[in-house]
C-alpha cells in the first residue's frame, strides 16, 4: 500500500485528476479487452507520458483525462463504458482516500469522506451527502466544464461497486439517479445498479436507506484509517483548488435548482461580506454575474445535449422564473435559441 511521494512546492495546474485514476482507468479498459499497444498509442497521441506512473500521487489534466476516457469510449464501442470502467476500478485508483475509506468501520464514514477528500481524485468533483427523512442521498456533478455521461456512470459505478466489496454484500437496496438520457441496453446498468433505475434526473444521485450505511467494513482497520486520512489530509491541502471563484461557482451550482441565490446571500453563506466577494472576486479578474452565467451556460449546454428535459424544466433547473428570461439569456451567450440548439 504505498503512500506515494508527496511535493507541496509543485505547481500544478488547478483542474487536474489523481494520475492514480488515470492509470486505474487505462487497467479496466485493458480488463474490459481494449488492447494495450491501442491504449499506448492514445496516451502517445495525448501526450500523457510516462511521468503517469512515476508517482501515485502525481497530477494529469483534466483535458487530458477527458480526452483519454472520450478515446477508450471510442474504442470499446459501447455505451456502457462507464459504467463497465468504473466497475473494475480498485480502491487503489483513488490513493489516500481509497485507503481511508476502505479501512472506516461503516459505508456511511467511508462515503462521508467523499466529500473532503474529492480534490485528490478530481478537483472539479463536486459530491454533497445530504439526509432526508431516512434516506441518505449522495448526489454528484462538477463544479463546472463539459458534463460526460461517461464521467457520471464511472463515478457512481465505483461507488456502488466498492460499497459492494467493502462490506461483502452481493448486492445493496438503493435508487440510482443519472441525468443523462436512458441506454438503448439496459443489462449492465441493472448488473451493477440493480433495477431502481431513474434518468434525465436534475443531478446524478444515490439513495440509500439510512438504515443500509450502518453495515460494517469488513477490513476496517483504524490503524490504517489514521495513517491514511492524515496522508489525505496533507495531499489535499497541497492541491486543493482555493480560488474564490471556483467556491463561489461550486455554491452557486448546488443553489440554482432554488433559484439564482443573490451575491449578498452566497457571501453569508460563504462567512464572508459582500463587499470583501466583490473585492476578491474582482483580484481574480471576474465577477460575480460572470460566474452565474457561466455555470448557467455549461449547465444549459448539457441539458439540451444529453437529456430530453423540456426547455422549461431546464429554465427552472437554471433559477430562471421565466422560459423568456432563460432564452433571451442563451441568445446573449451563444447567439442562437436553446429551441433551435434542441431541434439541431
Known amino acids: 500500500m504505498p503512500v506515494g511521494q508527496k511535493n507541496k512546492n509543485t505547481l500544478m495546474p488547478r483542474d487536474t485528476v489523481a494520475a492514480s485514476l488515470v492509470t486505474g482507468v487505462i487497467t479496466a479498459a485493458q480488463a474490459s479487452g481494449v488492447d494495450e499497444r491501442v491504449i499506448a498509442s492514445i496516451l502517445d497521441e495525448l501526450g500523457i507520458g510516462e511521468a503517469l506512473y512515476d508517482a501515485p500521487t502525481s497530477r494529469v489534466e483534466r483535458e487530458g483525462f477527458i480526452a483519454l476516457l472520450t478515446a477508450i469510449e471510442k474504442v470499446m464501442g459501447d455505451e456502457a463504458a462507464g459504467v463497465r470502467l468504473g466497475g473494475e476500478l480498485a480502491v487503489s485508483s483513488f490513493n489516500a482516500l481509497g485507503y481511508a475509506a476502505a479501512s472506516c468501520n461503516t459505508l456511511f464514514e467511508a462515503l462521508q469522506l467523499i466529500p473532503k477528500y474529492e480534490t485528490l481524485v478530481m478537483t472539479r468533483g463536486c459530491t454533497e451527502i445530504v439526509l432526508l427523512d431516512g434516506v441518505v442521498d449522495v448526489r454528484w456533478s462538477l463544479k463546472s466544464g463539459q458534463y460526460l455521461a461517461i464521467l457520471e456512470d464511472l463515478f457512481l459505478a465505483v461507488w456502488v461497486t466498492l460499497g459492494k466489496r467493502l462490506t461483502g454484500r452481493d448486492e445493496l437496496k438503493m435508487a440510482v439517479c443519472f441525468s443523462h438520457r436512458p441506454p438503448a441496453c439496459m443489462a449492465a446498468w441493472h448488473e451493477v445498479f440493480g433495477s431502481d433505475l431513474l434518468f434525465e434526473q436534475s443531478i446524478a444521485s444515490i439513495r440509500f436507506d ?22 489525505a489530509d496533507e495531499l489535499a491541502s497541497a492541491i486543493d483548488d482555493c480560488s474564490v471563484s471556483s467556491q463561489v461557482a461550486s455554491n452557486i451550482l448546488k443553489q440554482l435548482p432554488r433559484g439564482e441565490p443573490s451575491q449578498k446571500a452566497l457571501a453569508s453563506r460563504m462567512n464572508v461580506s459582500e463587499r470583501t466577494l466583490r473585492r476578491r472576486l474582482q483580484e481574480e479578474s471576474t465577477t460575480y454575474q460572470a460566474i452565474v452565467d457561466t455555470v448557467r451556460q455549461e449547465r444549459a449546454a448539457y441539458y439540451l445535449r444529453e437529456t430530453t428535459l423540456s426547455l422549461l424544466e431546464i429554465s427552472m433547473l437554471l433559477g430562471y422564473q421565466q422560459l423568456t428570461a432563460f432564452n433571451a439569456a442563451y441568445k446573449r451567450w451563444t447567439g442562437s435559441s436553446p429551441g433551435s440548439v434542441r431541434s439541431s
Open 210 to 231: 439510512a438504515d443500509l450505511l450502518a453495515l460494517p467494513i469488513l477490513k476496517s482497520d483504524p490503524f490504517v484509517h489514521r495513517v491514511m486520512a492524515k496522508e
